[in-house]
């Protein structure tokens, strides 16, 4: 299999019968191909649009969760799915272009990218989307070191390899470029890209996505580093803080021996030492639960899946 289209879908029965048949016109007599469509717990009736289209379309395979998970849950299972040599995802509401969908793969097969992320560097969205999305990939750009403008952008392009070798969960699906680099995949390019307005249904942007966001950075700032050996992050800290404590209390005690200082335990340096002693030992114990439920829960699958066509 040349290529796989995977498509996360959240409430878009409007936009997937147009969406479709611009994929299968630009990419039919070009690639041999599929498109995965993940339906993300629609209330609308975009799950009987998929049905339609996978049969109308021998190419479409769709796939339903029992509830919304979240885009990130939809790439990560589309990923599981896919069987090309290059996946492209892109969003469902009709602003990714499918006719990009030919240099990217391009840039994967021939320039030898690992991953290549769209910009939407002129965007047809409000200012109160824009505006956000703005100071979050500059401050993404500056924590990871990678020179992407705009991180969120849906539509990508992935060698196999890299979407086997990552695992994408909570909101992690706009940092899949950092996760893809700690993952040993460098090459990572750009691409401009072209960015329609809106046609059907509502934005999903709100508020808590960009807060969200921003503590996912820091989320995957410490599972990039520590996610397979959290003792060395909760013991390290734990190591300090116990022994600086043992050093108080060693220190008090040296008093009282040579110094006669009264009782120890009337000073607040005693009670701080005790702190910092019970602290230690928590951190020291917590990082070795972690390294416990790590190993525990490799392989598990977390997500519930309803049924599948095509």
Same mark, same amino acid.
């Given at each position: 299999?040349?290529?796989?289209?995977?498509?996360?879908?959240?409430?878009?029965?409007? #936009?997937?019968?147009?969406?479709?048949?611009?994929?299968?016109?630009?990419v039919k007599d070009k690639f041999k191909y599929e498109v995965l469509l993940v339906d993300d717990g629609s209330t609308d009736s975009s799950w009987k649009?998929? %049905?339609?289209?996978?049969? +109308?379309?021998?190419?479409?395979?769709?796939?339903?969760?029992?509830?919304?998970?979240?885009?990130?849950?939809?790439?990560?299972?589309?990923?599981?799915?896919?069987?090309?040599?290059?996946? &492209?995802?892109?969003?469902?509401?009709?602003?990714?272009?499918?006719?990009?969908?030919?240099?990217?793969?391009?840039?994967?097969?021939?320039?030898?990218?690992?991953?290549?992320?769209?910009?939407?560097?002129?965007?047809?969205?409000?200012? %109160?989307?824009?505006?956000?999305?703005?100071?979050?990939? +500059?401050?993404?750009?500056?924590?990871?070191?990678?020179?992407?403008?705009?991180?969120?952008? %849906?539509?990508?392009a992935y060698r196999s390899e890299v979407v086997k070798n990552i695992e994408v969960y909570g909101e992690m699906h706009r940092y899949i470029p950092l996760?893809?680099?700690?993952?040993?995949?460098? =090459?990572?390019?750009? =691409?401009?890209?072209?960015?329609?307005?809106?046609?059907?249904?509502?934005?999903?942007?709100?508020?808590?996505?960009?807060?969200?966001?921003?503590?996912?950075?820091?989320?995957?700032?410490?599972?990039?580093?520590?996610?397979?050996?959290?003792?060395?992050?909760?013991?390290?800290? %734990?190591?300090?803080?116990?022994?600086?404590?043992?050093?108080?209390?060693?220190?008090?005690? &040296?008093?009282?021996?040579?110094?006669?200082?009264?009782?120890?335990?009337?000073?607040?340096?005693?009670?701080?030492? &005790?702190?910092?002693? &019970?602290?230690?030992?928590?951190?020291?114990?917590?990082?070795?639960?972690?390294?416990?439920?790590?190993? #525990?829960?490799?392989?598990r699958n977390r997500y519930k899946i309803k049924e599948r066509v095509g």
């Open positions: 299999m040349d290529l796989t289209i995977v498509v996360p879908v959240f409430n878009e029965e409007e #936009s997937l019968p147009h969406l479709i048949e611009w994929i299968d016109k630009v649009v998929i %049905g339609e289209l996978s049969q +109308k379309y021998n190419v479409v395979k769709g796939v339903r969760f029992r509830r919304n998970y979240g885009t990130s849950a939809a790439l990560h299972l589309g990923f599981q799915d896919s069987t090309g040599d290059v996946i &492209i995802t892109m969003d469902a509401d009709l602003q990714d272009s499918p006719d990009e969908i030919f240099e990217l793969h391009r840039m994967i097969t021939e320039d030898g990218y690992d991953l290549v992320s769209g910009w939407k560097k002129k965007r047809h969205d409000p200012l %109160g989307k824009r505006l956000p999305s703005k100071v979050f990939n +500059k401050t993404v750009r500056y924590i990871s070191g990678i020179d992407l403008h705009d991180f969120n952008c %849906g539509l990508k996760l893809a680099k700690w993952s040993g995949f460098g =090459k990572i390019g750009e =691409k401009v890209v072209q960015h329609y307005p809106r046609k059907y249904g509502t934005t999903k942007f709100g508020l808590e996505r960009l807060i969200n966001g921003f503590l996912d950075v820091l989320s995957i700032m410490f599972v990039g580093k520590f996610g397979k050996r959290p003792m060395h992050f909760f013991g390290s800290i %734990g190591f300090v803080s116990f022994f600086v404590g043992f050093g108080m209390l060693m220190y008090l005690t &040296i008093l009282k021996i040579f110094k006669d200082i009264g009782f120890i335990s009337d000073r607040p340096l005693f009670f701080f030492g &005790i702190l910092l002693l &019970i602290i230690g030992s928590q951190l020291f114990l917590t990082g070795f639960l972690a390294e416990l439920i790590v190993r #525990s829960s490799e392989g």
